[in-house]
């Protein structure tokens, strides 16, 4: 059952619900109904939305057009945002095309999560115009940051930022904040006796004998990140030259494979998550960005960093519209490992990568969305953690027994160890009470 949502205008805008139990709430003037359009010209819709009390929502703001008579022709939709949580004004943005027939338009904002009832969502301030229109007028509220990596428009509490930026970190150092190994992780020339497979452009690649339901010899974007990452910290001790062209060759790989929306992807089914035939993984998404801000601090090539840039779009994408973001029990936004549309997993080592990833991104770039993008997954896993609680020396794999109806998955193997060890680094990135506690349980100290 959909709860209905109680959305509040302010300055001058009614906003109701379209419908009792409808997630959509629609904005107009007061006694004006849907404004004119003419066909072929561009429009936008901007609202200031504001969520003070409520626990993380992913809206999105949506153009309906519409016939002289009323019918709807079609709709655009923005980008994701994600507002609640004592985050502050969020801008809500969206623009498109009036398409061939359309007379009027309805501004839209599309509650896309699964609130609670009683939510309240504030919308501070909006307009809808001609996108030149908006363009000339200026921000919102208040001048919005010039920088032309600001996508995202995620905003965070004063202080935030520079709260999680205060440790000691360097995001061009070593992976995993450990020191430089003396150890390459693989001669080159590569040899199948003591290395990964490797395709005939030395890119690495994974022959799959019915893992999770895999079969053949695939490209893997995760494996191919951590190879650069390994290759990339042992350069910085080894200095050879072999071992920056492996790490810069991976990296390549990675720009070339993005898609325009940001996404790496794993190109065949994943039969164990009932995933779609091409998926993307926050794990992936988490690995590229590390490896992709140390290449563009190695090299100054801004095609690194800009590509990095992009690969943060999914983590404020919805799993369902392609994107990595789902919600634990429609409350904690979480960065799935394995997105899957029919069950989801809350895997727990893809989520911690994810989020160093994101750290070493946001320390690389603190004008990006990463900043955000991390504090919003640091705060959902320091509720969530108890959740992965097995038994003292023991965490557990996914959350698929509560979400699946699946026997708990012990994080068996290296898992538990990997749950350890992701959990030190993070904590010392922005230390917690819990992370410590749960460290400490699991590693059986």
Same mark, same amino acid.
């Given at each position: 059952m959909?709860s209905p949502?109680r959305v509040?205008?302010?300055s001058?805008?009614?906003?109701?619900? %379209?419908?009792?139990?409808n997630?959509?709430?629609?904005m107009s003037?007061p006694?004006e109904g849907?404004?004119?359009?003419?066909?072929a010209?561009?429009y936008?819709f901007?609202?200031? *939305? =504001? $969520?003070?009390?409520?626990?993380y929502q992913?809206?999105?703001?949506? +153009? =309906?057009?519409?016939?002289s008579?009323?019918?709807?022709?079609?709709y655009?939709?923005?980008? &994701?945002y994600v507002?609640g949580g004592?985050?502050g004004?969020?801008?809500v943005? /969206?623009?498109?095309?009036?398409?061939?027939?359309?007379?009027n338009a309805?501004?839209?904002?599309a509650?896309?999560s699964?609130p609670?009832?009683?939510v309240?969502?504030? !919308?501070? $301030?909006?307009?809808f115009?001609?996108?030149?229109? +908006?363009? !000339?007028?200026?921000?919102l509220?208040?001048?919005q940051?010039?920088?032309r990596?600001?996508h995202l428009? @995620?905003?965070?509490?004063?202080?935030s930022?520079?709260? *999680?930026?205060?440790?000691?970190?360097?995001?061009?150092?070593?992976? #995993?904040?450990e020191?430089?190994?003396k150890?390459?992780?693989?001669?080159i020339?590569?040899?199948?006796?003591?290395?990964?497979?490797?395709?005939?452009?030395?890119?690495?690649v994974?022959?799959?004998?019915?893992?999770?339901? +895999?079969?053949g010899t695939?490209?893997?974007p995760?494996? +191919?990140?951590?190879n650069? @990452?390994?290759?990339?910290?042992s350069y910085?001790?080894?200095h050879?030259?072999?071992q920056r062209?492996? $790490?810069?060759r991976? %990296?390549?790989?990675?720009v070339?494979?993005?898609?325009r929306?940001g996404r790496w #992807?794993?190109?065949f089914?994943?039969? $164990?998550?009932?995933?779609?035939p091409?998926?993307p993984?926050a794990?992936?998404?988490?690995?590229a960005?590390? @490896?992709l801000?140390r /290449?563009?601090h &190695?090299?100054g090539?801004?095609?690194?960093?800009t590509?990095?840039?992009?690969?943060l779009?999914?983590f404020?994408q919805? !799993?369902r519209?392609g994107g990595? @973001?789902?919600?634990?029990?429609g409350?904690?936004?979480?960065? =799935?490992?394995a997105?899957s549309?029919?069950?989801p997993?809350?895997i &727990?080592?893809?989520?911690?990568?994810?989020?160093i990833?994101?750290?070493?991104?946001?320390?690389?770039?603190?004008?990006?969305?990463a900043?955000?993008?991390y504090?919003?997954?640091?705060r959902?896993? !320091?509720r969530?953690l108890?959740?992965?609680?097995?038994?003292?020396?023991?965490?557990?794999?996914?959350?698929?027994? #509560?979400?699946d109806?699946?026997a708990?998955?012990?994080?068996?193997?290296?898992?538990?160890?990997?749950?350890?060890?992701?959990l030190g680094?993070?904590?010392?990135?922005?230390?917690?009470?819990v992370?410590?506690?749960y460290r400490?349980k699991w590693s059986?100290?």
């Amino acid at each position: 059952m959909i709860s209905p949502v109680r959305v509040q205008g302010r300055s001058g805008f009614a906003v109701t619900n %379209a419908a009792r139990g409808n997630y959509t709430a629609w904005m107009s003037r007061p006694g004006e109904g849907a404004a004119p359009v003419a066909s072929a010209e561009r429009y936008a819709f901007e609202a200031a *939305i =504001e $969520a003070p009390r409520t626990p993380y929502q992913a809206i999105r703001g949506q +153009i =309906e057009w519409r016939r002289s008579s009323g019918p709807v022709i079609s709709y655009t939709q923005g980008d &994701l945002y994600v507002v609640g949580g004592g985050q502050g004004v969020q801008t809500v943005f /969206v623009s498109g095309t009036a398409p061939a027939q359309a007379a009027n338009a309805l501004p839209k904002i599309a509650i896309t999560s699964n609130p609670p009832l009683g939510v309240v969502v504030d !919308v501070v $301030a909006a307009r809808f115009g001609t996108a030149a229109a +908006i363009a !000339v007028a200026g921000p919102l509220l208040c001048q919005q940051s010039s920088h032309r990596r600001a996508h995202l428009r @995620l905003s965070v509490r004063a202080g935030s930022s520079s709260k *999680i930026l205060r440790h000691k970190h360097n995001p061009f150092g070593p992976w #995993l904040g450990e020191g430089p190994t003396k150890n390459e992780p693989c001669p080159i020339p590569h040899s199948e006796k003591t290395c990964p497979l490797y395709d005939k452009h030395d890119i690495p690649v994974i022959h799959y004998n019915g893992y999770l339901g +895999i079969t053949g010899t695939r490209y893997n974007p995760v494996a +191919i990140a951590q190879n650069g @990452l390994e290759f990339y910290s042992s350069y910085l001790y080894t200095h050879k030259k072999i071992q920056r062209q492996q $790490a810069l060759r991976d %990296a390549r790989w990675l720009v070339r494979h993005q898609t325009r929306n940001g996404r790496w #992807l794993y190109n065949f089914r994943a039969p $164990a998550y009932e995933s779609a035939p091409h998926w993307p993984s926050a794990m992936a998404q988490g690995g590229a960005l590390a @490896l992709l801000v140390r /290449v563009w601090h &190695l090299t100054g090539d801004e095609r690194y960093l800009t590509a990095a840039e992009r690969g943060l779009l999914p983590f404020s994408q919805p !799993v369902r519209y392609g994107g990595v @973001l789902d919600f634990w029990r429609g409350r904690y936004p979480f960065y =799935e490992e394995a997105p899957s549309k029919k069950f989801p997993t809350f895997i &727990l080592n893809g989520y911690l990568y994810a989020l160093i990833g994101l750290y070493d991104m946001a320390r690389a770039d603190p004008n990006s969305a990463a900043i955000p993008l991390y504090l919003i997954g640091y705060r959902s896993l !320091v509720r969530m953690l108890p959740l992965y609680d097995y038994a003292p020396g023991m965490s557990v794999y996914d959350l698929e027994y #509560l979400t699946d109806g699946r026997a708990k998955a012990r994080a068996g193997g290296q898992y538990n160890g990997i749950h350890v060890h992701l959990l030190g680094v993070i904590n010392s990135y922005t230390p917690n009470r819990v992370l410590r506690e749960y460290r400490k349980k699991w590693s059986g100290s």
